[in-house]
């Protein structure tokens, strides 16, 4: 059985714009902000929860809470578990998939971004994807952006304003532009 272009971009494969499959990620990306529109000029919890399980395909538990307004272009691959808090203004780009795991907090405009371009401008316009997986208990300060292919480990802490381009051990604390361990916890 063939593949269908997300399951070609989470394999590693270049995806360009002019792909023929490449308008069910238009589609995709659509139907997910028709829904997002009514998430985002929502104020009651349990309403939220159900959009998120609309927009996600996954309800998002009871003990977690996805603050408005929040920006996803694809929420089908962004996996939330228990007891997590995102705070507002989170941006999640997340063809690649993003997985948060549980106890998770995340801080006011924080970026997770999972898609990017390649390097080589002959391939510019072409889509490449890497997951992102936040572990237990880790928390992402304010504006955090972390890119494609990072893993923040467990009970780590990435500090306010942090640009992580490289996995974060467990139990350390990260900062600056790119992140650097500060120390460990």
């Not at 089908?76 to 941006?91: L, M, Q, R």
């Not at 640009?163 to 790119?178: A, E, S, Y």
């Amino acid at each position: 059985m063939s593949k269908n272009v997300f399951e070609r971009m989470q394999a590693g494969e270049l995806v360009t714009f002019s792909d023929p499959q490449f308008t069910q990620v238009s589609e995709s990306g659509l139907r997910t902000t028709e829904l997002l529109v009514k998430y985002n000029n929502t104020s009651d919890p349990d309403t939220l929860r159900k959009l998120w399980g609309d927009l996600s395909g996954t309800a998002l538990d009871a003990s977690s809470y996805i603050q408005i307004p929040v920006m996803v272009n694809h929420a089908e691959f962004v996996t939330v578990g228990k007891n997590i808090y995102i705070n507002h203004a989170c941006t999640m780009l997340a063809l690649g998939t993003i997985t948060i795991e549980d106890d998770v907090l995340i801080g006011p405009k924080a970026n997770l971004i999972t898609e990017g371009h390649p390097i080589d401008p002959t391939n510019r316009k072409a889509m490449e994807v890497k997951p992102i997986v936040i572990k237990k208990n880790a928390w992402l300060s304010a504006g955090v952006t972390i890119l494609p292919g990072v893993t923040v480990g467990e009970n780590s802490i990435v500090a306010a304003g942090a640009v992580v381009n490289k996995d974060v051990p467990p139990n350390t604390i990260v900062g600056g532009v790119p992140a650097k361990v500060i120390r460990n916890i």
